[in-house]
Nanobody, 135 residues
Framework: EVQVVESGGKFVQAGGSLRLSCAVS????????VGWFRQAPGKEREGISC????????FYVDSMKGRFTASTDSAKKMVYLDMKDLTPQDSAVYYC????????????????????????????WGQGTQVTVSS
């Protein structure tokens, strides 16, 4: 059984930074990709980034480039999302999702077809972690 757990969400001041962590069990590290998404109240789930644990190939949604950085730590078998220059508009529940069928080629395709990056690509989801940014 695949389990995904996010952590690191908290209350931060505008302009601050935050690191979210994603731990995946039930899959071999390097055999899956992790997608980062967020959902604010009353809004649809929004994609942020996708990173492959095999080679760290990464895709970012255009609106997320520059302030969000996805990374992996193979020794700790962790995936991270670093966020900076946070604004109240970044307040949301942040999710990570994992899937072993999203590979390097898929991520390459996303860079040409950003619409390919969708929540339904990922079969295993965490419970979400709340990020609240105050003004």
């Amino acid at each position: 059984e695949v389990q995904v757990v996010e952590s690191g969400g908290k209350f931060v001041q505008a302009g601050g930074s935050l690191r979210l962590s994603c731990a995946v069990s039930g899959l071999t590290f390097t055999d899956y990709a992790v997608g980062w998404f967020r959902q604010a109240p009353g809004k649809e789930r929004e994609g942020i980034s996708c990173i492959n644990t095999w080679d760290d190939s990464t895709f970012y949604v255009d609106s997320m480039k520059g302030r969000f950085t996805a990374s992996t730590d193979s020794a700790k078998k962790m995936v991270y999302l670093d966020m900076k220059d946070l604004t109240p508009q970044d307040s949301a529940v942040y999710y990570c999702a994992a899937d072993s069928t999203v590979g390097t080629m898929t991520i390459s395709h996303m860079k040409v077809r950003p619409d390919l990056f969708k929540p339904n690509l990922f079969g295993s989801w965490g419970q979400g972690t709340q990020v609240t940014v105050s003004s």
